[in-house]
Each structure stands twice: as structure tokens, then as C-alpha cells.
Nanobody
């Protein structure tokens, strides 16, 4: 199983960025897909999750209303659209796959990507 994130970079506060995660080696349409982030010296933080069909999703309080998760099961990809970025959004962003149910707990995910760096300057 391989999850590969892309789309990270350096942006200014208020700008947008779109992350993508490409999955291979798993039956993608049967997995819930989550996004997490981790800033230096901090624990991994839940960003959002979307269910296998894309009809259910929820977000962490710190990103609610600014970030949107979507998925394309035909292409085995999940995306994270990030708008109105803030310096506190700076972190390494990870996608993760879980074979059953939606959860905000990192340890309950089965597979992880290597992460992509997002840096938001003020």
C-alpha cells in the first residue's frame, strides 16, 4: 500500500493551497481517508476525514469552514482544499487510510503517507 501526498509549498497568509493524496495497493473505495498535520514539537492533529463514498465528512475545529476534503474513487485520490490559510496552519500534512469508519484518532488508521510540507508566512 502506498499513499503519496503532493501539493505542499510556501504561501502567504490568506492564500489557498490544494493538497492531493494518491493511493495504490488497496481497494480505495472501501477506505475512509483522513488528513492530519503535525507541526514541530506538537502532536499530530486531526484535520478532516471523508468516508468511503464521499457522503460523510467532518473537520477539526481549527480548520472548519476553511478546509474541504473531497475524493475521486475512480482516480484513487483524495484532496484537501485549504483556503484562508493562516501561519498556524504551517505543518507537515499527512493523508491516512482506514478500512472501517470515521475516526479522528491517528492510531486507528491503517496506512499513512510520507507527508508534504505546508508553510504559511504572515
Amino acid at each position: 500500500v502506498q499513499l503519496v501526498e503532493s501539493g505542499g509549498g510556501l504561501v502567504q497568509a490568506g492564500e489557498s493551497l490544494r493538497l492531493s493524496c494518491a493511493a495504490s495497493g488497496l481497494n480505495f473505495s472501501r477506505y475512509a481517508m483522513g488528513w492530519f498535520r503535525q507541526a514541530p514539537g506538537k502532536e499530530r492533529e486531526f484535520v478532516g476525514v471523508i468516508n468511503w463514498g464521499g457522503g460523510s465528512y467532518y473537520y477539526g475545529d481549527s480548520v472548519k469552514g476553511r478546509f474541504t476534503i473531497s475524493r475521486d474513487n475512480a482516480k484513487n485520490t483524495v484532496a484537501l482544499q485549504m483556503n484562508s490559510l493562516k501561519p498556524e496552519d504551517t505543518a507537515v500534512y499527512y493523508c491516512a487510510a482506514r478500512s472501517w469508519g470515521l475516526t479522528t484518532t491517528p492510531s486507528e488508521y491503517d496506512y499513512w503517507g510520507q507527508g508534504t510540507q505546508v508553510t504559511v508566512s504572515s
